[in-house]
């Protein structure tokens, strides 16, 4: 499902494709083509998938994947986005630099 420039209250779904279960904190950074980001969290809308869903012929299973609402102004250009997921699990544990390079349409 495409994101198109302006878009809001869109659910996205991010597979993570492993299990995010004892996390700690998770973060979303977005950067626009011109460099400028945006940042989201648990607090501002980031939640992990508590059940198992497809989208577009692709299996997101429970607890593997984080959803996030589209709000005002996310997407204000269109183009290339690069979207860094860092999920952690204290001290001890963290996963960092899920990094992956998407389209905003027109």
Do not use: W
């Amino acid at each position: 499902m495409p994101i198109i420039k302006n878009e809001k209250g869109k659910i996205v779904v991010l597979n993570c494709k492993f299990d995010l279960t004892g996390q700690t904190a998770m973060s979303l950074t977005i950067t626009r083509p011109d460099g400028t980001n945006f940042n989201r969290t648990q607090a501002t809308g980031l939640s992990v998938g508590p059940i198992d869903l497809t989208v577009d012929g692709e299996t997101y299973l429970a607890n593997q994947h984080v959803l996030y609402t589209i709000q005002d102004g996310d997407f204000t250009m269109d183009g290339d986005h690069t979207r860094k997921l860092e999920i952690s699990f204290g001290a001890d544990k963290r996963l960092a630099n899920i990094e992956t390079v998407f389209k905003v349409e027109p």
